[in-house]
């Protein structure tokens, strides 16, 4: 059973470091293929000018971060970039639109649903994060090949009002039900170093715990912080997330849910290769691949290759939803 309730977490999250490590990575053997990444590569398909105000994010409308308002982009130009990433080696194709949300009556949902087809008929696993969604929207994406939704939480349902206000946390649960209820998987999670408590973080953890289905990928981003942002505003001291305090969560979050990806996301710039060899250790299997995610940088392929190279860590096969 994956519900897990906060005390519950707490005990896990609590344990001493390397019995907590030992623990993540008995789950990871007993569960997933040793030594296995799952590379994703990241796309923005529409880019900036969104009506929402996520305190974190370059791409509202209200953040002064330098990025310009993008129309959504044709087919063809997406399978350019969908071609190469799959020759550098990625499995999965991750688009991303700077929007509220979409409706399945909208000209661009077509638009997106015949790109997810393309994409698809690459032998891409096709994920796409496209905001607020109806119910018929999900089953549309899911026939037309999406293995993945991606909607985060971002962080605990009591934190949030205090990172977004144009729409709630139950908002977000709405539509993750609604991708659930067609069948189709999907792909949450949140950020952390956002003025969070841990006691926050864990309480994000609880509520992805509770999902039925599990998760089928859990993104933990570290925020990126960006100029004009209202978090940037806000913290303007902020200092990247404890190294073990990010591996305590990813070794929390592999033991509550041994069967889901745990994705090192957004941040991974700001860690040393020590760094993320602990996070892998502790049960991350997947990241994201490519040297950009939506509107900021990653580390450049080559160097994720002799990161992977010199832990013995392979890429993963493409999953079809699970
Ligand atoms: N508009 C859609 C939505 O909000 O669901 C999809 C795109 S949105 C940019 C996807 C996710 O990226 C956010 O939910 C957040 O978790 C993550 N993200 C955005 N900006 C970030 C930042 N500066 N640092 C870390 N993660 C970030
Ligand atoms: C997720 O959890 N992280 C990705 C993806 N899902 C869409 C996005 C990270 C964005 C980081 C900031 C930027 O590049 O704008
Ligand atoms: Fe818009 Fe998504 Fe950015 Fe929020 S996170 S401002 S909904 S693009």
């Given at each position: 059973m994956a519900a897990h309730s906060l005390e519950q977490l707490e005990a896990i999250y609590n344990q001493p470091f390397f019995k907590l490590i030992d623990q993540a990575r008995a789950t990871l053997l007993e569960h997933w293929p040793a030594d296995q990444v799952q590379l994703c590569t990241l796309l923005s398909i529409k880019t900036g000018g969104c009506?929402?105000?996520?305190?974190?994010?370059?791409?509202?409308?209200?953040?002064?971060?330098g990025v310009k308002a993008e129309s959504l982009m044709e087919t063809e130009d997406i399978l350019k970039v969908a071609r190469l990433a799959k020759t550098n080696g990625a499995t999965r194709f991750c688009m991303g639109a700077a929007w509220k949300g979409i409706r399945e009556t909208d000209a661009k949902f077509q638009s997106v649903l015949e790109t997810v087809r393309a994409v698809n008929d690459l032998g891409l696993e096709v994920c796409v994060t496209l905001g607020q969604l109806s119910e018929e929207a999900a089953r549309q994406l899911k026939d037309a090949g999406v293995s993945a939704y991606n909607h985060n939480i971002d962080t605990s349902p009591e934190y949030y009002s205090e990172i977004v206000t144009t729409h709630s946390f139950k908002d977000r649960l709405d539509t993750i039900k609604h991708v659930q209820n067609v069948g189709m998987s999907v792909c949450c999670g949140g950020i952390i170093?956002?003025?969070?408590?841990v006691t926050d973080r864990l309480k994000m953890l609880e509520v992805l715990t509770k999902f039925s289905p599990e998760p089928e990928s859990v993104p933990i981003n570290c925020l990126v912080p960006i100029d004009g942002t209202k978090i940037a505003a806000k913290l303007p001291d902020h200092k990247m997330v404890d190294i073990f305090e990010l591996v305590r969560l990813i070794a929390t979050t592999r033991i509550a849910l041994p069967r889901t990806k745990v994705r090192l996301s957004?941040?991974?710039?700001?860690?040393s290769k020590e760094g993320q060899a602990l996070c892998f250790l502790a049960g991350a299997n997947s990241i994201f691949y490519g040297d950009k995610l939506l509107t900021t940088p990653n580390p450049d392929e080559n160097d994720d290759d002799q990161l992977l190279a010199s832990l013995g860590l392979e890429k993963m096969a493409p999953v079809t939803a699970v």
């Open positions: 009506s929402e105000d996520c305190g974190y994010c370059s791409q509202s409308a209200r953040a002064k971060a170093g956002m003025g969070e408590t957004a941040g991974r710039r700001s860690l």
